[in-house]
């Protein structure tokens, strides 16, 4: 089993910037592909990054490509998404999801941190 934990959500003006983070616990998280999704109200569950295992590849989708970074510390059983010049349509609430393989479908996932960008 594995438990994920979010932070780093809250309140911001457009333009500015804030990292999230999210806790896993397991002893082979470094084999772990790692996601990030998001959820405005009244929308479906979107992607926004992904980071695999090993290989540290990275996804983007078109919304976060040269805005958000993801990012991981295997030492520290976290990963983090790094979002800049947030937007008012970013305001959502962020989910973490963890797959225990490069190959296989997201299992765990984390309760969400709420993000809410101002205009």
């Known amino acids: 089993q594995v438990q994920l934990v979010e932070s780093g959500g809250g309140l911001v003006q457009a333009g500015g910037s804030l990292r999230l983070s999210c806790a896993a616990s397991?002893?082979?998280?470094?084999?772990?592909?790692m996601g990030w999704f998001r959820q405005a109200p009244g929308k479906e569950r979107e992607f926004v990054a992904r980071?695999?295992?090993?290989?540290?590849?990275?996804f983007y989708a078109d919304s976060a490509k040269g805005r958000f970074t993801i990012s991981r510390d295997n030492a520290k059983n976290t990963v983090y998404l790094q979002m800049n010049r947030l937007k008012p349509e970013d305001t959502a609430v962020y989910y973490c999801?963890?797959?225990?393989?490069?190959?296989?479908?997201?299992?765990?996932w984390g309760q969400g941190t709420r993000v809410t960008v101002s205009s």
């Open positions: 980071i695999r295992g090993s290989d540290v590849l990275t």
């Open positions: 999801a963890a797959a225990t393989c490069n190959t296989c479908p997201y299992e765990y």
């Open positions: 397991g002893r082979t998280f470094s084999s772990y592909a």
